[in-house]
């Protein structure tokens, strides 16, 4: 693993976005979130096409900015969000539906979430590497030459497993809040982000506002 990060260093192909996303059935009610996003490109995706609310977590910096600049430039603001941090402390309670492409190690340490926001009905789509313990309720080979294997996992994956996992899919460090109406699905940032979670969501009104302030 270099550095802190904990996903491989590359981005899902397009096949493979796509077959990830007709896995993942999202409809306009849903919350996608997508851990270790990259730079976006399937939150991105899953917003335009279907309609889902998109929250995508990464630490790289450099992805960030540019997952929020198209963020930006496509005009979706209302519907998808940019996070910033490390994945560990990012509470799973608002999303009905998860992507990762994150290394063995990285889901072990995330099994317990994992397995929680399962039993609350979340669906989880793991890329590559499964969820050590659990049978997948369904694998798709994909990409170009159908090597890669998608795992798909929903409530039926936990249906009598009693092994580890909060109920509702909150992490340990729950110092973000993010909130989901019944109704009509929001995500909404919590005002301050205590930085023991790491993570911060990403403003994109930050660099307007310091051009603002050196004009005066």
């Known amino acids: ?23 993942a059935d999202l409809q306009p009610q849903d919350v996608f979130y997508d851990l270790g996003c990259g730079d976006g490109r399937i939150c ?3 917003t335009q096409r279907y309609g889902a609310h998109s929250l995508g ?13 198209n963020i930006v430039s496509l005009g979706i603001e209302d519907k998808v ?18 992507a990762l492409y994150l290394l063995p190690e990285a889901l072990a340490r995330l099994r317990p979430t994992l397995v929680g926001a399962l039993r ?5 789509i793991c890329n590559t590497w499964g969820l050590e313990g659990l049978e997948p309720t369904s694998v798709v080979h994909s990409g170009k030459f159908k090597t890669v294997k998608l795992f798909y996992y929903d409530k039926t994956a936990v249906l009598g497993n009693s092994d580890g996992g909060s109920g509702d899919g909150r992490s340990d460090n729950n110092g973000i809040t993010y909130q989901v109406e019944e109704n009509h699905p929001t995500i909404t940032a919590a005002p301050s982000i205590p930085s023991s979670t790491g ?5 994109d009104n930050l660099d307007k506002k310091s051009k603002e302030e050196e004009v005066r």
């Open 44 to 46: 991105i995706k899953a």
């Open 1 to 23: 693993m270099e550095g802190d990060s904990l996903a491989p260093p590359c981005q899902a192909e397009p096949e493979i976005i796509d077959d990830i996303l007709k896995l």
């Open 81 to 98: 969000r940019a996070v910033a941090g490390d994945l560990l402390g990012l509470p799973l309670e608002g999303a009905t539906c998860v």
């Open 57 to 69: 977590i990464e630490i790289e910096e450099a992805l960030v900015k540019k997952f929020q600049q």
């Open 120 to 124: 609350r009905g979340c669906r989880i």
């Open 199 to 203: 993570c911060c969501v990403v403003d």
